[in-house]
Nanobody, 122 residues
């Protein structure tokens, strides 16, 4: 599985961004997919996940209500809509996929794409 993340950029606090993760093959149908992030000097952390084919979703407490993960089965792409961005959302964002979403979230298993930088300034 190959994953290509895009959509990062530099924005002001309160702005919105949408990240995209294009997957090879039929990854979105067959794999749980997630977004993770890593800020400078911090460990990588889970942000949002969606079960295979656009099933149930999960969010980190820090982004619940502000971020939305969704997918387009036809385009084999997963999105992360980020609203009301805060400075603390600044990080490199990664998309990842695993047949078991819980395994992906708990163990950072599966396949990973390259990151896309999100910078939020006040």
């Amino acid at each position: 599985v190959q994953l290509q993340a895009s959509g990062g950029g530099s924005v002001q606090a309160g702005d919105s961004l949408r990240l995209s993760c294009a997957a090879s093959g039929r990854a979105f149908s067959n794999y749980g997919m997630g977004w993770f992030r890593q800020a400078p000097g911090k460990l990588r952390e889970f942000v949002a996940g969606i079960r295979r084919g656009g099933g149930s979703t999960r969010y980190a407490d820090s982004v619940e209500g502000r971020f939305t993960i969704s997918g387009d089965n036809a385009k084999n792409t997963v999105y992360l809509q980020m609203n009301s961005l805060k400075r603390e959302d600044t990080a490199v964002y990664y998309c990842a996929a695993d047949r078991d979403l819980t395994d992906l979230i708990n163990n950072y298993s599966g396949y990973w794409g390259q990151g896309t930088q999100v910078t939020v300034s006040s």
